[in-house]
């Protein structure tokens, strides 16, 4: 019987120009003397900010340490055969209170000739919108490259961008190439490939605490981006108490919303891949071998692949984005 059991690891907490203060004042989690805090990173491969386990056995140990002494056991055989020793997947809270750069990621294709490193598709789920808050994602007509450039270089660049309204339980899908931005007032939990690469397209002529600009990366988005035009770019899906709600499948994952007011147990035995649950609303007893997690809204569980059954036991009711790889 594998030593492994449902990993919790610390936060890893991000102060960023556009950074708030929801991190601490909705999800309850504290940065201490950071500034602010625009990203928390809940469970990361990352190389130069990997996560360390947060209680149990394992306490401290990196999660690339796991992987290296687990292997399949931990992320599953097709995963680890495909992944080796990188954690495929980077979990996050974003508290936007203002709006980011627009900006893209390029995919794996891209990212691998020039960074030797994976691609970063995403998607976000909105856990608390601000009123009138919104997005950009995509084009709202079709554009090339030539279209895009004029519009960029004359100042233009909004005109051509699709910018949605945003309200809590909103989710968005954002392949690697799809230019966007999450706007002012929004928190937002973000499952996206092991990757850190953005081109940074515009800042809103933006200067930090010593009056610089950030830097740009104009010419290396021209290649990144997908320059099409999609009829829907919010993902569409019912929401619905006490069942397993799909949201994205994709090569890199599939996220389903689970909204219960009631106990479940979950299944997980036919899945060659490990399981994560971000918490974004109430708290359960998540219960493993006759012990007992708990977790609570802002928390995120890593249940490694040799943990088949597990049960979610609530007075409150919960809801979680249930992620892993197919």
């Given at each position: 019987m594998s030593s492994l059991y449902p990993l919790k690891f610390k936060t890893?907490?991000?102060?960023?120009?556009?950074?708030?203060?929801?991190?601490?004042?909705?999800?309850?989690?504290?940065?201490?003397?950071?500034?602010?805090?625009?990203?928390?990173?809940?469970?990361s491969g990352v190389k130069s900010d990997v996560s360390v386990v947060d209680g149990g056995a394992l306490d401290g140990q990196s999660l690339a340490d796991l992987l290296e002494q687990y292997k399949d056991e931990l992320v599953g055989k097709k995963v680890y055969d495909h992944f080796g020793n990188i954690f495929p997947l980077l979990i996050k809270f974003i508290d936007a209170?203002?709006?980011l750069s627009i900006q893209v990621h390029p995919n794996d294709e891209l990212a691998k000739k020039r960074h030797n490193s994976f691609g970063k598709t995403e998607m976000w789920y909105v856990i608390e919108a601000d009123p009138g808050s919104s997005l950009i994602t995509g084009f709202n007509q079709e554009v090339n490259e030539q279209v895009y450039l004029e519009k960029f270089n004359s100042g233009h660049l909004m005109d051509i961008l699709n910018r949605e309204q945003v309200e809590a339980g909103d989710v968005f899908f954002l392949p690697a190439g799809r230019v966007h931005t999450i706007g002012k007032g929004l928190l937002i939990a973000e499952i996206q490939q092991t990757s850190d690469i953005t081109y940074r397209i515009y800042d809103f002529d933006r200067v930090d605490d010593k009056g610089n600009k950030r830097e740009l990366h104009t010419e290396e988005a021209l290649a990144a981006i997908d320059y099409k035009f999609y009829d829907?770019?919010?993902?569409?899906?019912?929401?619905?108490k006490n069942q397993?709600?799909?949201?994205?499948?994709?090569?890199?994952?599939?996220?389903?919303?689970l909204d219960f007011t009631e106990n479940t147990a979950k299944d997980?035995?036919?899945?060659?891949?490990?399981?994560?649950?971000?918490?974004?609303e109430g708290a359960y007893e998540l219960q493993y071998a006759d012990q007992s997690y708990h977790v609570k809204m802002g928390d995120c569980i890593l249940l490694p692949k040799t943990i088949d059954k597990v049960e979610l036991i609530t007075s409150t009711g919960f809801k979680i984005l249930e992620s892993y790889i197919a």
């Amino acid at each position: 019987m594998s030593s492994l059991y449902p990993l919790k690891f610390k936060t890893i907490y991000k102060d960023k120009i556009w950074g708030g203060h929801k991190i601490e004042t909705y999800l309850h989690k504290d940065f201490g003397d950071l500034p602010n805090c625009g990203e928390t990173w809940e469970i990361s491969g990352v190389k130069s900010d990997v996560s360390v386990v947060d209680g149990g056995a394992l306490d401290g140990q990196s999660l690339a340490d796991l992987l290296e002494q687990y292997k399949d056991e931990l992320v599953g055989k097709k995963v680890y055969d495909h992944f080796g020793n990188i954690f495929p997947l980077l979990i996050k809270f974003i508290d936007a209170n203002d709006d980011l750069s627009i900006q893209v990621h390029p995919n794996d294709e891209l990212a691998k000739k020039r960074h030797n490193s994976f691609g970063k598709t995403e998607m976000w789920y909105v856990i608390e919108a601000d009123p009138g808050s919104s997005l950009i994602t995509g084009f709202n007509q079709e554009v090339n490259e030539q279209v895009y450039l004029e519009k960029f270089n004359s100042g233009h660049l909004m005109d051509i961008l699709n910018r949605e309204q945003v309200e809590a339980g909103d989710v968005f899908f954002l392949p690697a190439g799809r230019v966007h931005t999450i706007g002012k007032g929004l928190l937002i939990a973000e499952i996206q490939q092991t990757s850190d690469i953005t081109y940074r397209i515009y800042d809103f002529d933006r200067v930090d605490d010593k009056g610089n600009k950030r830097e740009l990366h104009t010419e290396e988005a021209l290649a990144a981006i997908d320059y099409k035009f999609y009829d829907e770019y919010k993902t569409k899906y019912r929401a619905e108490k006490n069942q397993d709600v799909h949201l994205v499948t994709c090569p890199y994952f599939t996220t389903n919303i689970l909204d219960f007011t009631e106990n479940t147990a979950k299944d997980y035995s036919n899945l060659d891949s490990f399981v994560i649950h971000v918490c974004v609303e109430g708290a359960y007893e998540l219960q493993y071998a006759d012990q007992s997690y708990h977790v609570k809204m802002g928390d995120c569980i890593l249940l490694p692949k040799t943990i088949d059954k597990v049960e979610l036991i609530t007075s409150t009711g919960f809801k979680i984005l249930e992620s892993y790889i197919a």
